[in-house]
């Protein structure tokens, strides 16, 4: 389905008794009926995070609640902040309240900004000991003294839910199933849960970080995109956008991107998070963009939520996966056989991406 038009579904659930369906691919089998109906064009359709993560909330509410019935205790994130970025900050206010909501245990781990990378990679190794604690994130960006290689190697990959550990890495490049960078991950599902097909499309990345940028155009090879990267080299930023279908922006540059530079009827996913004067802003200049686009994100209210409720999604796969190693241990039950892709001590088996032919090369 092309930008410009929405699509009116009809669905028919093969688990009739199962009320958490979505577009995207999952456990649920449905057969999907699509109208393609044009869509007025009188202004921009918002993609809100914030219904499709209240959604995956109140099933993941659910699964903690049954976990800790099962188990005796609740899965723990844990948040390692190092310094005062205003920016996450902000981010991590958003996932605090969204572990309350869910009954996840949060523990935010702060370290001052004038410390050694040894620090760093001890405070990391106590979580990773730490049978509680199911999954650890590390907020970005890191102080400038800090490498960040030497952090995300210090996380154990089974506890990496934001899929940062180069084994998670490799994992996503690969097309395997692991833990995805959580905000990548975001990106794509924004786009697909709200109706739109991204098969075909011609999709602009700006920003090539590791936390963002470079998944994301991963992802969207998968989803069979054409994708063009740029970053602070690339010449003609303009004439890249003006082709794009599908533009992400993640350069963590406020009004990088105006309404004169988008091509008309594109679908805008903005990732950045600005903190100006008393405003979180984005990359996209928003109110120039709007009258342009068939769809765009909010700063805040866009990518953010999703992140944060896909974030606790990776957990509880995580504390499920890190249980039964746990009792396979004190079972004395062999190891997965040859066939696990993650192999041992890899993280578990989760939803790489809807849509995904890992094997496809054309």
Same mark, same amino acid.
Do not use: W
């Given at each position: 389905?092309?930008?410009?038009f929405?699509a009116r ?6 688990n009739?008794?199962?009320d958490?369906l979505s577009?995207?691919?999952g456990p649920?089998?449905a057969?999907?009926t699509?109208?393609v ?7 921009a359709?918002l993609?809100e995070?914030a =219904?499709m993560?209240?959604?995956?909330r ?6 903690v609640?049954?976990?800790s019935?099962?188990?005796?205790? *609740? =899965?723990?994130?844990a ?5 005062a970025?205003?920016?996450s900050a902000v981010?991590l206010?958003q996932?605090?309240?969204t572990?309350?909501?869910?009954g996840v245990?949060?523990?935010?781990v702060e ?7 040894a620090?760093?990679q001890? *405070? ?5 000991r730490? =049978?509680?604690?199911s999954?650890i ?6 102080p400038r ?5 030497? &952090?995300?190697e210090?996380?154990d ?8 550990? =180069? ?9 395997y199933?692991?833990?995805l960078p ?5 990106t794509?599902e924004?786009v697909?849960?709200?109706?739109y097909r ?12 590791n ?5 994301v ?7 069979h995109?054409?994708?063009t990267?740029c970053? *602070?080299?690339t010449r003609?930023?303009?004439?890249? @956008?003006?082709?794009?279908d599908?533009l ?19 679908l805008v &996913?903005?990732v ?8 979180? @802003?984005g ?5 120039s963009?709007?009258?342009v686009?068939?769809?765009i994100t909010? @700063?805040?209210g866009?990518v953010g939520p999703l992140t ?8 509880l796969?995580a %504390? ?5 190693e %746990?009792?396979?241990? *004190?079972?004395?039950?062999d ?6 892709q993650?192999?041992?001590?890899g993280?578990p088996?989760?939803?790489?991406a809807?849509?995904a ?6």
């Amino acid at each position: 389905m092309s930008p410009g038009f929405v699509a009116r579904a009809t669905l028919r659930c093969d688990n009739p008794g199962d009320d958490s369906l979505s577009l995207v691919a999952g456990p649920v089998v449905a057969a999907v009926t699509a109208e393609v109906v044009p869509r007025p064009r009188d202004g921009a359709r918002l993609l809100e995070g914030a =219904p499709m993560a209240a959604e995956i909330r109140g099933r993941i509410s659910d699964e903690v609640s049954s976990f800790s019935n099962r188990h005796g205790f *609740r =899965p723990t994130l844990a948040v390692v902040l190092i310094g005062a970025d205003a920016p996450s900050a902000v981010y991590l206010q958003q996932i605090v309240r969204t572990c309350e909501r869910t009954g996840v245990t949060g523990r935010v781990v702060e370290i001052g900004e004038r410390v050694t990378t040894a620090l760093i990679q001890r *405070r990391i190794d106590e979580l990773n000991r730490d =049978p509680l604690v199911s999954g650890i994130i590390v907020q970005m960006p890191l102080p400038r003294q800090i490498p960040l290689r030497a &952090v995300i190697e210090a996380i154990d990959p089974r506890k990496d839910i934001d899929g940062l550990h =180069p084994g998670n890495a490799g994992l996503l490049t690969l097309g395997y199933e692991g833990f995805l960078p959580a905000t990548a991950q975001a990106t794509v599902e924004i786009v697909k849960r709200s109706g739109y097909r991204l098969q075909g499309l011609d999709a602009t990345v700006i920003g090539r970080s590791n936390v963002v940028g470079r998944p994301v155009s991963l992802l969207l090879q998968r989803e069979h995109c054409t994708v063009t990267m740029c970053h *602070r080299q690339t010449r003609d930023l303009s004439a890249h @956008v003006a082709r794009a279908d599908l533009l992400v922006v993640a350069a963590g540059s406020p009004g990088l991107v105006t309404g004169a530079m988008l091509k008309p009827g594109a679908l805008v &996913v903005d990732v950045g998070i600005n903190v100006v004067g008393d405003r979180i @802003v984005g990359d996209v200049d928003f109110e120039s963009a709007l009258p342009v686009v068939e769809a765009i994100t909010p @700063v805040p209210g866009g990518v953010g939520p999703l992140t944060n409720a896909i974030l606790l999604e990776h957990l509880l796969a995580a %504390a499920h996966a890190q249980h039964d190693e %746990a009792g396979a241990g *004190r079972t004395g039950r062999d190891e997965p056989d040859s066939g696990d892709q993650t192999g041992e001590g890899g993280p578990p088996a989760v939803p790489s991406a809807p849509g995904a032919d890992p094997s496809a090369s054309g």
